[in-house]
């Protein structure tokens, strides 16, 4: 088992639609989240960290996080063919501050 | 700032020969990580330093792979010899860790390809 597990996708979804990506974790020490955006052949950017249970919103986009279930997710409201780019999910091992990525998810969105 | 700061950009070299990438981090963070990506395997860490000291090497794949930070405003990757597996994306992200939602910063990166 991978220990940050996402969908590779491609999500497909129409502009102005919400995307929803979503992310498994194994490591129950994990307490800090990040998600990332990588256009193709650039490097990954930040978008959003979340360390509490619950919802943490930023512009269009809201993070989610159960520890419980050991989840988060990504929603990117009123979507733009501009965000169509992979995300990435990250988890940070124990209190280590080393970031285990997952495989990212490539979010496709349609004019 | 100008943010993380690798070269070079591409890296062609042949099988057997000395490989050295460079990243400058942004100054005033105090981690600094080498990340490598490839399709197969993704973003693997293969090394990180707090304040220029190695913490831990266990991603590096071999012997070959080799890092330092002399000071904090550089570090090197050096692969010697490289071989065709080699052949990856390699990012340096910088860090100012501890801090409300710190993340990392990551260089543009270094696309290395041996042949």
């Known amino acids: ?6 969908n590779s996708g491609p999500l497909s979804v129409p502009e102005g639609a919400i995307a929803s990506l979503n992310c498994t974790y194994s ?22 960290s979340i360390y509490s249970n619950g919802d943490k919103e930023d512009g269009r ?16 409201r009123d979507s733009q063919p501009s965000d169509s780019a992979t995300y990435l999910c990250a988890a940070e091992r124990g209190s280590s501050y080393k970031l285990i990525f997952g495989s990212g998810t490539r979010l496709l969105v349609r004019p | 700032d100008a943010g993380v700061i690798q070269s070079p950009r591409h890296e062609v070299t042949e099988m057997g020969q000395e490989v050295t990438l460079r990243c400058k981090p942004i100054s005033g963070h105090d981690y600094l990580f080498w990340y490598r990506q490839t399709m197969m395997r993704g973003l693997e860490l293969l090394i990180y330093f707090n304040n220029n000291v190695p913490i831990d090497d266990s991603g590096m794949p071999e012997d070959r792979f080799s890092a330092k930070m002399p000071n904090a405003s550089f570090s090197t990757l050096k692969i010697q010899p490289s071989e065709p597996r ?15 939602g710190y993340g ?10 041996v042949v």
């Open chain 2, 86 to 100: 080699d052949s990856a994306v390699y990012f340096c992200a910088s860090s100012l860790v501890g801090t409300p």
């Open chain 1, 27 to 48: 490591d129950r020490g994990s307490q800090s989240f990040f998600w990332y955006r990588q256009y193709s052949g650039k490097s990954p950017e930040l978008i959003m």
């Open chain 1, 61 to 76: 986009f809201t993070a989610q996080l159960n520890k419980a279930s050991q989840y988060v997710s990504l929603l990117i």
């Open chain 2, 104 to 113: 990392y910063t990551f260089g543009s990166g270094t696309r290395l390809t």
């Open chain 1, 1 to 6: 088992q991978k220990e940050v597990e996402q």
